[in-house]
């Protein structure tokens, strides 16, 4: 069946360092993919999505291209700040299906000042 | 911005009772989806509606659980009896389209303990 795999956090970063959050799926057909955000007593929201192979998603600095050749969708920004402390999560929606999302465990991030 | 909203943000209840989680979805989305967190774990997938019907359900959306948009803005999670294993945050999304990439725009949760 589909699923999505992301690295374990939490993660901890100095302001400023590099993130790279990995993520990979498992899916047939093709699946549109995405990465969510959850800041602290809010829901998720969006932060960026693809939709087929080699599509690259970016919004507030984040980035993430559909890899489909490694089934893999790892979100990158080139330098964090304390404000994107938060957990991530990685997910798929099926081609084939009602739009259900398939996620990831989340990845908890901490940015230290 | 339109927004998703829950209510009540945390809801405590005996196990056994039934409770009623509300969503009010955004008001020109067309397609709805609860999801549940337990504490620690992944956000699952618990049901799909649309056009008054569900059209998909997981396995964890047995008999206990039920939908219902009673009056065209609400979406409502009942659970009849439940469980302690039910105890999790409850996430309502709204949809304007299920395919092709569209935005799940979710709700704060509801978080539900049950003793």
């Known amino acids: 069946g589909n699923s999505v795999t992301q690295m374990e956090g939490p993660v901890t970063l100095s302001e400023e360092a590099f993130l790279t959050i990995n993520c990979t799926y498992t899916?047939?057909?093709?699946?549109?993919l995405f990465w969510y955000v959850q800041y602290p007593g809010e829901g998720l929201q969006l932060l960026l999505k693809?939709?087929?192979?080699?599509d690259k998603g970016s919004n507030k600095g984040f980035e993430a291209t559909y890899r489909k050749e490694t089934t893999s969708f790892h979100l990158e920004k080139g330098s964090v700040q304390v404000s994107d402390s938060a957990v991530y999560f990685c997910?798929?929606?099926?081609?084939?299906?009602?739009?259900?999302?398939?996620f990831g465990q989340g990845t908890t991030l901490q940015v230290k000042p | 911005e339109p927004e998703v909203t829950q209510t009540p943000s945390h809801q405590v209840t005996q196990m056994g009772q039934e409770v009623i989680l509300h969503c009010v979805p955004i008001?020109?989305?067309?397609?709805f989806y609860w999801y549940r967190q337990i504490l620690g774990q992944k956000v699952e997938f618990l049901v799909s509606?649309?056009?008054?019907?569900?059209?998909?359900k997981s396995e964890i959306f047995d008999d206990q659980f039920s939908v219902e948009r009673p009056d065209g803005s609400n979406f409502t999670l009942k659970i009849r009896s439940t469980k302690l294993e039910d105890s999790a945050m409850y996430f309502c999304?709204?949809?304007?389209?299920?395919?092709?990439?569209?935005?799940?725009?979710f709700g704060p949760g509801t978080r539900l303990t049950v003793t």
């Open positions: 997910a798929l929606s099926a081609s084939s299906n009602t739009g259900k999302l398939i």
């Open positions: 999304a709204s949809s304007i389209q299920d395919r092709g990439g569209y935005e799940q725009y």
């Open positions: 509606f649309y056009n008054n019907e569900i059209s998909e």
């Open positions: 899916a047939t057909g093709y699946p549109s």
């Open positions: 693809a939709t087929k192979a080699d």
């Open positions: 008001s020109n989305h067309l397609y």
